[in-house]
């Protein structure tokens, strides 16, 4: 599954990744919304797996330029939420 992974905390980022890769996914990481709207013009995602709130605008801001810029874009969409430890924790949505 070709998964484009959005979040704006490094570590966040690099160890949900690898976890992705290491399950046998293709994975592009993104710091940014904007860096994942420059991208998703080269590479068509399965998933997007996004921060809630990005360094650049949220989650649902991305989504949403996202699916207007390309509207055949349908990917389901996770969404990490900090947890009450601090740890992401997973929304579908």
């Known amino acids: 599954m070709k998964v484009m992974l959005v979040e704006g905390s490094r570590d966040v980022r690099i160890g949900l990744g690898l976890q992705l890769r290491e399950q046998g996914h293709d994975v592009v990481e993104c710091a940014s919304g904007r860096d994942a709207l420059l991208l998703a013009a080269y590479y068509a995602a399965d998933l997007l797996v996004s921060g809630d709130v990005l360094p650049d ?9 996202l699916r207007q810029w390309s509207p055949q874009l349908s990917a ?9 430890g601090g740890l992401p924790a997973l929304h579908v949505h």
């Open 76 to 84: 389901p969409v996770v969404v990490l939420k900090p947890n009450a």
């Open 57 to 65: 605008m949220t989650c649902r801001q991305l989504v949403a330029e």
